[in-house]
């Protein structure tokens, strides 16, 4: 398989990161060089800096999409897992790709995001705690031309992964 | 060529740019797969938030590793062309590279670099309008243990790349 960026976006606990490291692990077994850019991780190394007002957003997308294209256009097919939440900043990787952007939206609906609340931030956006939450007082704009809309709340991980193999090994 | 990071340290205007970019011409005719992560590029999309205060450059140099450690594990040849001042700095980035670094000192003396001045940042320094420039009024901190010192100042460009190129090569 050639280099790629596959750019999973959605909210958060829509399961991103979850469909990423399974689309990881099926990829290595067919010994493909995968990369995994993993919003907390990037957060915690390249983007320690920012916070989560909307030019941080953005300045975070465009990082990850700087490495990211290095990445994929010296072969490596790498899986970025962000909120990402703003069209705009996803649209100007994109169009910095080349052709080698692949993206991913995981809609699962915000109603069972609450309710997975992987990370607690949903409860405490409720307990006033928290603001500048995507999708509860943040935006979120989903992609109008992802190449997949999966959904992911609806059907096992392994068949999301199915879905995103397919769409992506067929293009 | 396994992937590595090759990382050009030294004064402004010893000559790093001009050889990173020669030995990754070099390197294209092998049909190596090559990145060059120059300075003033880096500073114009990566770290464009960053200025000259040691933590500011400290943080330059985590970013360009953190890049470069991504690419050259998946077979990437990273040539980083960094003033990086600081050891301590270089030697993190070696510290996370797993033995993929390969430290290259271009040991240009200042006063040659001084009198070539591309930038024409010695000259902003001595008319007192910069402060904060590395060798005049900021410290430069040269390697110890640099896997090749290139006299960069003693000899032609395509006899500090063969340099290079010969030890890179016998590693």
Chains 1, 2 share one sequence.
Do not use: I
């Not at 999973?8 to 077994?29: Q, V, Y």
């Not at 991913?104 to 409720?126: F, I, M, S």
């Amino acid at each position: 398989m050639d280099g790629v960026t596959v750019w999973f976006t959605g909210l958060l606990s829509s399961g991103k990161t979850t469909l990423a490291r399974a689309l990881a692990a099926r990829l290595r077994l067919e010994r493909v060089n995968v990369e995994v850019l993993d919003g907390d991780a990037v957060r915690a190394s390249l983007s320690c800096d920012l916070g989560f007002s909307r030019p941080d957003r953005d300045e975070n997308v465009r990082r990850v999409g700087y490495v990211a294209n290095l990445l994929s256009r010296n072969g490596v097919v790498v899986l970025c897992a962000l909120v990402s939440p703003y069209r705009a900043a996803r649209d100007e990787v994109r169009a910095a790709h080349a052709g080698r952007f692949f993206e991913v939206y995981v809609a699962t609906p915000l109603a069972v995001c609450w309710e997975r609340d992987v990370k607690g931030l949903y409860a405490r956006h409720q307990a006033g705690t928290l603001t500048g939450l995507t999708g509860a007082d943040d935006p979120y704009e989903p992609p109008l031309a992802a190449e997949v809309v999966v959904p992911a709340h609806e059907q096992a991980p392994e068949e999301s992964v199915e879905l995103v193999w397919g769409k992506l090994t067929n293009r």
